[in-house]
């Protein structure tokens, strides 16, 4: 029955796109200054490198730059590439992948993906299987069209990075096809295939968003997307948003999106949030019949303690005290 799945799957996507997308290997690497690495290589199926801790300079098709940890990159077939570790140690996860329509080529690649490379003394790069036949003009763009179903195919260069809030999913999806591309568990070839397919998808979904976001950016579109995101928080403060939260709704990493607000407004993101809430928090205190302990979840806040520490620094008074003198003066 599993594998009648597995060959409903592959058909399935294979008829869609044309291609099956594949990991030949995937590898836990920790590279060391001394350890030796290859000057230059390049290989014909795409490479993906999650970066988990340090630091590493690559340098692609001429160009060099530094991938800093939490980083994924993706380096396109036949790209020369080499790299350095400007640290004391680097671990990274490696998977090599590509679009193949020979199903049959890329199941025996998938049994034979058992090995690493051990020895360590010796220069290596790229992977050490037998690579199945690729459709050489098969890129990440064609199965990225195939999930956002668009037709065109983008410009592309030698590599992608990709960073920031997306980097915790890619990681664990890449983590997940290491595990298990080197354990010997049933149903190994059906969750590859799961999990290959997961990964194309979110990948073509961060790269769509980031490109989305630096379009935005270079149009000067910066302001419309404040005001968006303030609308944002005013329709939602009271269910204890975040400022990430906010963001993400309009596409923009925190920082950037914070920059860009208090540029707009004169007032950072959190500070409006939390004006908000202290002002909606008044005008519940101002109803004599509404506990003090049941405003803080009211107004957004996670905990009454929170809640109270807020409303002494903003309002110079307790919200017990601020309800005393509302309450006062209403009577005079």
Same mark, same amino acid.
């Given at each position: ?33 001394? @350890? ?69 080529? =890329? ?12 020895? !360590? @003394? ?10 199945? /036949?690729?459709?050489?003009? @098969? ?8 999930? !956002? ?9 030698? &590599? ?8 915790? @999913? ?15 568990? &049933? ?29 935005? =950016? ?32 309009? &596409?923009?990493?925190?920082? &950037? ?23 909606? /928090? ?51």
């Amino acid at each position: 029955m599993l594998d009648d799945l597995v060959t409903i799957l592959e058909n399935g996507v294979l008829s869609a796109t044309g291609v099956v997308p594949v990991v030949f290997e995937g590898i836990e690497h920790t590279l060391k200054k001394q @350890t030796p690495v290859a000057k230059e290589s390049k290989h014909t199926s795409h490479e993906l490198l999650y970066l988990r801790r340090g630091r590493c300079e690559f340098t692609i098709d001429g160009k060099t730059f530094v991938l800093d940890k939490g980083s994924t990159l993706i380096i396109r077939p036949n790209a020369v590439h080499s790299v350095r570790i400007p640290g004391d140690t680097a671990e990274m996860f490696v998977l090599y992948f590509g679009f193949s329509k020979d199903i049959d080529s =890329v199941n025996r690649s998938q049994m034979m993906s058992k090995t690493v490379v051990t020895d !360590e @003394t010796k220069p290596h790069s790229g992977p050490s299987v037998k690579v199945p /036949a690729l459709l050489a003009q @098969t890129s990440l763009e064609s199965f990225m069209n195939f999930v !956002e179903g668009e037709d065109d195919e983008e410009n592309s260069s030698s &590599y992608l990075i990709l960073s920031g809030k997306h980097q915790d @999913t890619i990681r664990n999806i890449v983590e997940k096809i290491v595990i298990e591309n080197h354990e010997n568990q &049933y149903s190994k070839e059906l969750m590859m295939e799961i999990l290959t397919i997961e990964l194309m998808v979110t990948l073509s979904r961060v790269i769509r968003q980031e490109w989305e976001e630096s379009l935005r =950016v270079k149009n000067g579109k910066a302001r419309e997307l404040v005001f968006v995101a303030k609308d944002f928080i005013d329709q939602n403060f009271e269910r204890g948003i975040t400022i990430n939260e906010a963001a993400s709704y309009v &596409y923009l990493s925190q920082g &950037y999106f914070t920059r860009a607000f208090r540029d707009e407004l004169g007032i950072s993101p959190m500070k409006y949030l939390m004006q908000k809430r202290i002002e909606y /928090a008044c005008e519940l205190l101002e109803d004599n019949e509404i506990k003090v302990s049941g405003i803080a979840s009211k107004a957004g806040f996670s905990s009454p303690q929170r809640f109270n520490v807020a409303f002494r620094k903003n309002m110079g008074m307790t919200p017990m005290e601020y309800r005393y003198e509302h309450l006062k003066k209403r009577e005079e």
